[in-house]
């Protein structure tokens, strides 16, 4: 009796602690509440020899018909990526992060919180830049010390999973990342959510690539206020759909590299001058994710 009563206080304190916290209880559980999107299956991802996964390379039947992966690059961002979590969450579902270095050190702790509501967390380079343009020794900081940050800061092994700032691999990268049997991530469905303002284009931009193509890797970013507000009615609108998500877990846990430095940050003069060099559109999103990584090394009041 007494060791029954014990389990049940141990149970309500671990719910208590949760709700304080904002999430619900069942968020980090095996078994999720009727008429919640839930998690459909698991798939424990065998990465040996850097795989692919998305389009153009992966495999085409990765996902089964009306299978989703729920992705969010570039954060963490605390009050966004926190409404996402919460969003997934009261869904009972689970994404993959992909983290980059710089917003890691700035929030280790929304990191922890990640891991500890039992989502995936792979990594989006360090500084976002474009890894095709780099020297294999870049290329290697630019991995190894987000690999090495996101870990430091996650309470749970994370994933060799690893997917590249606007999409842009080489023979080089793709050679690295094979050597590391490190996941190569691609997209199948790109909600495209840096190039607008509000949540209407991001959910239905989504969703007409899921009737499209029927199942995918889905591309989003934790950066975004609007993303994050999008989120609820489109996990609403995939349950409607009658779409199922699958997690991503690493079968076999990344081995670090110690000691790797994080790369140099560039003057502001080779700032400029490689942002004058790409699109209006890339240009945006850059500044955009610099912006808020400053605004956000500023105390709330």
């Known amino acids: 009796m007494r060791a029954a009563r014990h389990l049940i206080l141990t149970v309500l304190g671990a719910a208590g602690i949760a709700l304080a916290a904002g999430v619900p209880a069942y968020a980090g559980q095996d078994t999720c509440p009727a008429g919640t999107l839930g998690v459909s299956r698991v798939i424990d991802v ?32 605390p009050a966004n990526t926190r409404k996402i979590l919460a969003a997934l969450a009261k869904e009972c579902t689970k994404a993959t992060f992909f983290v980059v270095g710089e917003m890691v050190v700035l929030h280790p702790e929304v990191v922890k919180e990640v891991a500890e509501q039992g989502h995936t967390i792979g990594i989006h380079s360090w500084s ?55 996941g190569q991530f691609a997209v199948d469905i790109d909600s495209q959510d840096w190039r607008v303002r509000s949540s209407k ?32 009615t489109l996990l609403t609108q995939l349950k409607a759909g009658g779409y199922k998500v699958v997690q991503l877990k690493a079968k076999t846990p990344l081995q670090l590299i110690a000691d790797v430095s994080p790369p140099v940050k560039p003057t502001k003069k080779a700032q400029a001058r490689s942002v004058h060099k790409r699109s209006k559109a890339t240009a945006w999103k850059l500044k955009h994710r610099n912006r ?3 605004q956000v090394r500023k105390p709330s009041v």
């Open 201 to 232: 284009p991001v959910i239905a931009r989504i969703m007409a690539g899921l009737k499209r193509r029927g199942r995918g890797i889905i591309l989003m970013h934790d950066i975004h206020q609007w993303t994050a507000d999008a989120l609820p």
């Open 292 to 294: 808020m990584a400053q």
């Open 46 to 77: 065998d990465t040996t020899g850097g795989p692919w996964f998305g389009e153009p390379h992966g495999d085409p039947n990765f996902l089964g018909p009306k299978e989703v992966v729920l992705t969010f690059d570039d954060g963490p961002s």
């Open 128 to 182: 976002h830049p474009n890894l095709a343009r780099l020297p294999l020794k870049d290329v290697v900081q630019e991995v190894e010390a987000t690999f090495d940050a996101a870990q430091k800061a996650s309470p749970t092994p994370i994933a060799p999973f690893f997917r590249y700032p606007y999409l842009s691999s080489s023979k080089t990268t793709v050679d690295y990342m094979k050597s590391r049997n490190i």
